[in-house]
């Protein structure tokens, strides 16, 4: 033992001495950061009027508005949610996009309905008259992504968004935020450059409480936060955005007083309801066609009724065959129904009606804030210069590409 001890410590000694040195250099430059292309985000707050916000609701919005581009909307006829929604990405008019109702039938399919709130709207037959903007901006090599957009479930052909989710009314509007914001953080190859986002909370709360009420305030002030949220996400990412927040249509107190009960007027088995509220669709059964003619022509100082082929032109409305016989339209405040209303808000009337007026608000990179911009636009005159803002190639629209044009910084002009 005793001749091994002065080898143990000279091991020791050894040992000592190398963790004293000097340990190599280690680098300390930061791995270099992501130099993020922008992203387009166009988000949908349904139903929500353009004069909820600058009323101490919508501080998001409101800083939006001095950093961006504001003006207002008029929807397209229908003022109805499934229908504005397409024109807005198709840039189609519904006459022309196929959505012409939130509930409808096509003589193509003789009693089978269409209804927004069922799952079989989602069959592709419904969506086949147009194409939307995220399947034209995968086709041309342009990653997209949609969160609850109407109609991002049904597929064209064998073309689908990159990234969907398949709707479910318990997802709420913060958990789509949260979403949209991990798409963010993936890497560039597999991160979506285009994103729609829809919103329903303004609209619930408008229909079921009434425009006015502290509820739909309330719920204003929710969306508002939301959007700070997703801005804020996307500022912690690094992530540049182009924000285009709009609505589809505005929202109008009820007045009772002024609905329409049909089943006073003629006799339920007499006609076929497809649509109702301020704005209904009607096709009488056969054998009653002269008498419900005659009733829903007759003068009537709540309701106008036309048949489809008379509606008038300013509506752009009447042509496609998924339109009832006739159409009715209820004075402001009024509903055409089976029976009374159960709603204090709703939608569905005359687009030049100042409540059915809907929001437009840009800010980003890719935007000037030196534009003055028409009052009010047609909500078509949108898809066109979202096309450009994204780099694909428009499809055939209705939309004039001159109304937006000017908002665009001169490199997205080309």
Known sequence: ?????????????????????????????????????????????????????????TPVL?????????????????????????????GLRPDRNGIVAN??????????????????????????????????AQKQGVQAGTMFWPGEEAAHGDVRPYDWIRFDPNFSSAQRVRAVTDWMRRPADIRPRFVVIYIDDVDKAGHKFGPAAP??????????????????????????????????HGMRAIQPERTVSLDRL???????????????????????????ARVLLAPNPNMTCWRKAEVPVRFHYGANPRVGAFVCQAAAGGEVMPGMPTSKGDHGY???????????????????????????????????????LIGVAPLSNDGDAATLAPLLAPTQRK
Request: charged share 20%; glycine share 6%.
């Open 1 to 57: 033992m005793a001749s091994i001890r002065p080898l143990l410590a000279a091991l020791l000694t050894l040992g000592a001495s190398a963790c004293a040195t000097t340990p190599p250099p280690v680098s300390t430059a930061l791995a270099p950061v992501e130099q993020r292309a922008p992203v387009t985000i166009l988000i949908s707050i349904d139903a929500f009027r353009p004069d909820y916000m600058g009323q101490g609701d």
């Open 350 to 388: 005359d687009p030049d009606d100042p409540d059915m007026t809907a929001l437009f608000l840009v800010a980003g990179p890719a935007f000037r804030r030196d534009v003055r911009l028409p009052e009010r636009f047609d909500n078509v005159d949108l898809y066109p210069m979202l096309a450009r």
């Open 215 to 248: 509820q739909t305030r309330e719920s204003v002030r929710l969306v508002d936060g939301l959007i700070g949220t997703l801005k804020s996400g996307l500022d912690s990412l690094g992530q540049p955005v182009n924000l285009v927040i709009v609505s589809d």
């Open 103 to 136: 509930t409808m039938y096509d003589p193509k399919r003789p009693g089978v309905r269409f209804y927004s709130k069922e799952l079989e709207s989602s069959d592709p037959f419904w969506w086949a008259e147009s194409e939307p903007l995220w399947i034209t």
């Open 266 to 292: 003629l006799p339920r088995e007499s006609y076929r309801l497809a649509s109702y509220g301020p704005f209904a669709t009607i096709d009488p059964v056969p054998g009653h066609e002269e008498q419900v």
């Open 62 to 90: 409101d800083a939006l508005a001095r950093l961006g581009v504001r003006s207002t909307m008029r929807p397209s006829y229908p003022t109805l949610t499934f229908p504005n929604h397409t024109t807005l990405v198709t």
